[in-house]
């Protein structure tokens, strides 16, 4: 059974940092790209960042580059999010997803198989 479960989420001001990470299970972890979407109240689920298998490539949404940081450790099947200058328009639900795939150039919800349930992030000003 796949399982993806995050951790890390909660309040910060802005400025401050969080790091989140993802559990993964059920899967051959290193198969996989890993990926952080994320959604803000009344809006969609988009994209932050994904790293291939090997974790050595990575991309990153404009909004986030620069200040986010995506790795993981395939001995521990877990992906993290590292996320420094915080600022408000970050507040949003924090997403886990795999892919399986060797590659992570994938933008869309809709191309990843599997997620995880969500951890809240919240920036206050």
């Known amino acids: 059974q796949v399982q993806l479960v995050e951790s890390g989420g909660g309040l910060v001001q802005a400025g401050g940092s969080l790091k989140l990470s993802c559990a993964a299970s059920g899967f051959t972890f290193s198969n996989y790209a890993m990926g952080w979407f994320r959604q803000a109240p009344g809006k969609e689920r988009v994209f932050v960042a994904s790293?291939?298998?090997?974790?050595?490539?990575?991309y990153y949404a404009d909004s986030v580059k620069g200040r986010f940081t995506i790795s993981r450790d395939n001995a521990k099947n877990t992906v993290y999010l590292q996320m420094d200058r915080l600022n408000p328009e970050d507040t949003a639900v924090y997403y886990c997803a795999a892919v399986e795939s060797y590659l992570a150039r994938y933008f869309s919800e809709h191309d990843w198989n599997y997620w995880g349930q969500g951890t809240q992030v919240t920036v206050s000003s």
């Open positions: 790293i291939i298998w090997s974790g050595s490539r990575m």
